[in-house]
């Protein structure tokens, strides 16, 4: 928990806010403060205005749940992309990996994180039902499950496999070039080629 060093009750509610940023502790919260104190009107303001920007016009796609300031997204509204696959993804970081590797040209659904007993989240948490309801477009030829090789990741996987049977859809799973254990957001572009070139049914 952050312990205050000053009685600057504004300071210490941003350094308070910085560190409940994932990857940033109370020390990193307070180097960063510092930083943004120090350069106010190169980094503060902009980053102040840039934050407001987003809350105010960043919003979840319906479709499939990315980020943009257009809904349904620019991805899902863009007629050169293949109409037939869709990739299911667990976060929007995810969706952001595949697109940075420039070799997939489908659609995307993000889940929303995966199914977890001791976490307590259930279907009925995740965007499964509309994914189901996606499914059932007549267009839609193939689905990717691109969830993490981990313990929820496949969990979550299989799941969603049983659900799709009802479908004539083919499922396909990620496959060489994930490690297990491994998240897409930290592999490099090379790797996420090569897993989604060597997708095999699952």
Not at 40 to 54: I, Y
Not at 99 to 126: M, N
Not at 155 to 176: M, V
């Amino acid at each position: 928990m952050y312990k205050s060093a000053s009685n600057n009750n504004e300071l210490d509610h941003l350094i308070s806010l910085l560190s409940k940023i994932p990857g940033l502790g109370p020390r990193s919260a307070r180097r960063a403060a510092l930083q943004l104190i120090k350069k106010k009107d190169v980094l503060m303001r902009p980053l102040a205005n840039a934050l407001a920007s987003v809350a105010e016009n960043v919003h979840p796609c319906v479709t499939c749940g990315n980020l943009d300031i257009d809904n349904p997204c620019h991805i899902c509204e863009n007629g050169k992309r293949d109409q037939t696959i869709i990739c299911v993804i667990e976060d929007v970081a995810d969706l952001w990996a595949l697109e940075r590797a420039g070799s997939f040209r489908g659609l995307y659904h993000v889940l929303g994180g995966t199914l977890s007993a001791l976490d307590g989240v259930g279907p009925d948490d995740l965007n499964i039902k509309s994914l189901m309801e996606r499914a059932g477009d007549s267009n839609i030829k193939e689905i990717i499950l691109a969830t993490n090789a981990t313990v929820d990741g496949q969990t979550t996987a299989y799941y969603i496999t049983e659900q799709l049977k009802k479908f004539d859809i083919l499922i396909s799973r990620l496959a060489h070039g994930v490690p297990i254990g491994g998240e897409l957001d930290y592999l490099d572009d090379g790797t996420l080629t090569t897993a989604l070139n060597s997708r095999r049914p699952f």
